[in-house]
């Protein structure tokens, strides 16, 4: 039986025995009712899994004995012996006016593995509020549940122009509407590189963000035929670059 995973900010590996936080104690010990000498799965987020034994069976301050401990580079899956390369894609995507919208692609998106998440602030982009706290907890709570060990960098809110001239991925791509325009067909990428894609709010990049974008050696790619809500040009942008 796959042993539940929860998360901790910070994991030594000379560490043999560790407090959990108040919220994960609970979780496990009055939500889950789990005794002393009961395993759990423990991850930082940053590659560390951590099998560990309860000792102590605090309902607010659960004491855990590191049993053994391994490091999966962010390079590689976890589970198939990390004999294969997975190219780190990020996803820098425009704000929405619908808030649980927005959550659900932090969620699905953790889920497919992307590796950075930057919020944009667009020409068009209709909210600005950002509750980071919250927006981290869904990650967490996705990466949990897909039993990931590496937790996505979720970024502060950045403005387009800004953050476009930043990327450093060897590929860039940003997803625009307009069929008057030559884009490429993202699912005909070939290359396994690394790889930054942008995708815009409601209304869709403005022409002036176009051509910053083209300047910063951007390509212009297409997700398909219909046009898409923007959390689910995210999500279809971040399965394809996963999977290629």
């Known amino acids: 039986m796959q042993l539940p995973f929860f998360y901790i900010k910070e994991y030594n590996a000379s560490q043999r025995e560790l407090q959990l936080d108040e919220d994960t104690s609970r979780h496990i010990i009055q939500v889950l009712r789990m005794k002393k000498g009961r395993n759990i799965n423990l991850t930082d987020g940053k590659g560390n899994l951590v099998e560990a034994e309860i000792i102590d069976d605090h309902k607010k301050h659960c004491e855990v004995r590191v049993i053994n401990s391994q490091f999966t580079p962010a390079h590689r899956r976890l589970g198939d012996g990390g004999t294969h390369d997975s190219r780190q894609v990020a996803i820098a995507i425009s704000l929405l006016k619908n808030t649980s919208r927005f959550e659900w692609f932090l969620e699905k998106a953790t889920e497919i ?67 008057t325009i030559e884009r490429t067909k993202l699912s005909t990428v070939k290359s396994i590189q690394d790889a930054t894609i942008f995708i815009g709010p409601e209304g869709d990049f403005t022409n002036q963000e176009i051509d910053v974008a083209l300047r910063n050696d951007f390509t212009i790619i297409e997700l398909g035929q219909t046009r898409l809500r923007t959390e689910t040009a995210g999500i279809i942008a971040a399965a394809i670059l996963k999977l290629l």
């Open 113 to 179: 593995g992307v590796s950075e998440i930057i919020p944009l602030i667009c020409e068009r982009t209709e909210k600005e509020k950002f509750r980071f706290e919250r927006m981290q907890g869904i990650c967490i709570s996705a990466m949990l549940q897909s039993q990931q060990v590496w937790l996505p960098v979720l970024h502060e809110p950045a403005e387009f122009m800004e953050s476009v001239s930043q990327v450093k991925t060897p590929q860039k791509f940003i997803a625009y509407c307009d069929v």
